[in-house]
T-cell receptor, first 113, second 112 residues
């Protein structure tokens, strides 16, 4: 039982390059989330998906797109990376009908130069 | 914006109880109080949650005031491994638009 798996773990991009961060969960959770965390700061919600086929903006959606490919997978895409997007990105999942918290992945550390 | 207020940092001696306070004065009747912690740069880890009754699990205890406007997370015998940032969050479960907004949390230092 892997929980929430994020790939890649580390990435360096040049300004203007694009990339997709992958996230998959094996807990049959309905909801999935993408957060970013800048150095010394708390987590900020980028996008979330309450169920397969639906996505909604969070606190800081600009510069990002998401795809809820199926119930297991939720990807985050940077179309034209900027240095301001240097951050650690965390994916999480939850089942809103279950009395447990969110399960987080181990993060993707992205540097844009 | 986060609906909770926490002190930015706290110290606690190893082996003592760590008591982390949280204010959530605007909490609604259907909102639960959740606590998470983040050790170094790992993903946040769920600790405990409650609605209005005190709760205890293998990791911690959660004390919620009768008016539900504040709560305290208690780590009964703190160890060095409990050094982390602790986040107090309010969340509506059984809600299709389920999302949680993190505040800045409390950085807990366990002192040897």
């Amino acid at each position: 039982n892997a929980g929430v798996t994020q790939t890649p773990k580390f990435q360096v991009l040049k300004t203007g390059q694009s990339m997709t961060l992958q996230c998959a969960q094996d807990m049959n959770h309905n909801s999935m989330y993408w957060y970013r965390q800048d150095p010394g700061m708390g987590l900020r919600l980028i996008y979330y998906s309450a169920s397969e086929g639906t996505t909604d903006k969070g606190e800081v959606p600009n510069g990002y797109n998401v795809s809820r490919l199926n119930k297991r997978e939720f990807s985050l895409r940077l179309e034209s990376a900027a240095p301001s997007q240097t951050s650690v990105y965390f994916c999480a999942s939850s089942h809103e009908t279950v009395n447990y918290g969110y399960t987080f992945g181990s993060g993707t550390r992205l540097t844009v130069v | 914006d986060a609906k909770t207020t926490q002190p930015p940092s706290m110290d606690c001696a190893e082996g003592r109880a760590a008591n982390l306070p949280c204010n959530h004065s605007t909490i609604s009747g259907n909102e639960y109080v959740y606590w998470y912690r983040q050790i170094h740069s790992q993903g946040p880890q769920y600790i405990i949650h409650g609605l209005k009754n005190n709760e205890t699990n293998e990791m911690a205890s959660l004390i919620i005031t009768e008016d539900r406007k504040s709560s305290t997370l208690i780590l009964p015998h703190a160890t060095l491994r409990d050094t982390a940032v602790y986040y107090c969050i309010v969340r509506v479960i059984m809600n299709r638009d389920d999302k949680i907004i993190f505040g800045k949390g409390t950085r807990l230092h366990i002192l040897p």
